[in-house]
């Protein structure tokens, strides 16, 4: 699974300039949607072989002037909390602060990696730059840039360093989904609801408490993993109260699925959290279902208004089903299934090079790419270049030159000619080949 690296500091020591430095070349593979909300305290990352997820806790730095008692974030504290590795950031032109002291107090108990980075050393010798912050007791502080990138690949590389390469066969032979979304949708509502009438073979994978559960499930003759976020399955009453949204656990889940599937409250209007939430999905490259939930005591203006609100809020999802279903009241979630089904053969779709090919040609036949000036870009050939999204890699000239809407052109073609309901899909180019 891919580890998750949290950046504290308090503000102004350039949690922001590292983490755009960290996510940059991933997240330009993302096309921008319309309609999506962008958190830009998340992101995607990856050294050599080995990817991983990084949280800039930045933005929810507290409003604090009582100073006795520092606290960070309820969230920040919850994202240290739940990160495989932290990197504990300092400026190092003001050099110690007493904020720094306090956070590296509370970041002291952690139990996990703990790394001090001296920041905006620039130019400056690694032993120079670093030698004030020993005093902060947490091993050996090392110096690095992030604005101009000095010691950042070396940083990674040591941060990275405990956790394993990408395994290259990981992807489980049947549909393995997350169950996601914001508190009180009906997510463990509906894990209930699914696993109640269908027969649990095993149960429960190992993990931690602060891990989503795994359940593995026949239904129909078919195998299913469930990943339950909600944790439904390890809910004491006490915990129930003070069960809150993590957004670590949710970002986990969702890498770690084939296909996600979102729930929304169709009694609660959709709110910016749930975008946020379908986003993840979508950056990750997940096939997607959307459950709108609490479909039931609803009247017909009700259902149209929220139709609509949802089409609107959640445009950039026009690749996944939605399935309107009540939890509660155990129905449409055959029809969910047969969309879960769906989507997973989508995602994994195998598709050969001269059927991709073909396609390209009769795409090029009905509508070429516009001249660019005196260029003309030219597509020779495609070729599958990944799965869980599927990738299609298009060779040939000039191709930095196509435009976004014809990029769009081509990703409706081939959805629509290989059936590939459900699921994101990229299309990439390849100049010179
Ligand atoms: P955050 O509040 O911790 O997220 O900090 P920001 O990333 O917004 O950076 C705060 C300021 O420090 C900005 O003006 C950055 O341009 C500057 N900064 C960030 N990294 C470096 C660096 O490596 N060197 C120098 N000289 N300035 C930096
Ligand atoms: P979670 O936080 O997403 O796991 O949400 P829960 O499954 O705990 O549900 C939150 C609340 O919504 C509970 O009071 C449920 O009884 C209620 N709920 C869940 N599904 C439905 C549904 O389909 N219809 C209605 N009316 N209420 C539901």
Do not use: C
């Not at 110690?96 to 590296?104: E, F, G, L, M, R």
């Not at 095993?202 to 408490?209: K, Q």
């Not at 499930?217 to 469930?226: D, K, L, P, S």
């Amino acid at each position: 699974m891919k580890p998750t690296v949290a950046l504290v500091g308090r503000p102004n020591v350039g949690k922001s300039t590292l983490f755009n430095r960290l996510t940059r070349s991933r997240d330009a593979l993302v096309a921008d949607q319309p309609g999506l909300t962008r958190d830009r305290h998340y992101g995607h990352g990856r050294v050599g072989g080995k990817p991983y997820l990084v949280i800039d806790t930045g933005g929810f730095e507290p409003v604090v002037d009582e100073g006795i008692l520092f606290e960070m974030a309820k969230q920040t504290l919850q994202a240290v909390d739940e990160a495989d590795a932290v990197v504990f950031l300092v400026d190092g032109r003001t050099g110690i602060t007493p904020q720094d002291k306090i956070i590296a107090n509370r970041l002291r108990q952690l139990d996990r990696p703990v790394h001090l980075v001296v920041n905006k050393a620039e130019g400056v010798n690694q032993s120079i730059a670093t030698a004030e912050f020993h005093e902060l007791a947490l091993g050996e502080p090392w110096a690095i840039s992030s604005a101009h990138g000095d010691g950042v690949r070396e940083l990674m590389d040591r941060v990275l360093e405990p956790f394993p390469e990408e395994e290259e066969e990981a992807q489980a032979r049947h549909p393995k989904f997350a169950v996601i979304g914001r508190p009180n949708v009906g997510k463990s509502t509906l894990v209930n609801a699914i696993l109640g009438e269908e027969r649990v073979i095993a149960f429960d994978h190992p993990g931690t408490t602060r891990d989503s559960i795994y359940i593995d499930f026949e239904r129909a003759g078919r195998n299913y993993t469930i990943i339950d976020t909600a944790g439904v399955r390890r809910r004491t009453k006490i915990d129930e109260a003070i069960e809150k949204f993590s957004v670590v656990k949710t970002m986990k889940a969702i890498e770690d699925a084939n296909v996600a599937v979102l729930v929304l409250d169709a009694q609660q209007d959709i709110s910016e959290h749930d975008a946020t939430i379908a986003g993840f999905a979508l950056e990750a490259g997940r096939a997607l279902v959307v459950a709108v939930n609490k479909w039931d005591h609803l009247d017909g203006e009700k259902k149209e208004t929220i139709k609509r609100d949802i089409a609107r809020k959640l445009s950039f999802l026009d690749f996944a089903k939605f399935h309107h279903i009540s939890a509660l009241e155990g129905r449409g979630i055959a029809d969910l299934f047969k969309s879960i089904d769906e989507a997973y053969q989508a995602a994994m779709s195998k598709l050969s090079t001269p059927k991709l090919t073909r396609v390209l040609e009769v795409a090029i036949e009905r509508q070429a790419p516009p001249r660019v000036g005196p260029v003309r870009p030219k597509m020779r050939y495609a070729h599958q270049g990944g799965m869980n999204p599927p990738i299609i890699v298009v060779h040939g000239n000039a191709l930095e030159h196509i435009p976004d809407s014809y990029i769009r052109y081509l990703e409706h073609t081939f959805r629509k000619v290989f059936k590939l309901q459900g699921t994101p899909l990229r299309v990439q180019f390849k100049t010179g080949e």
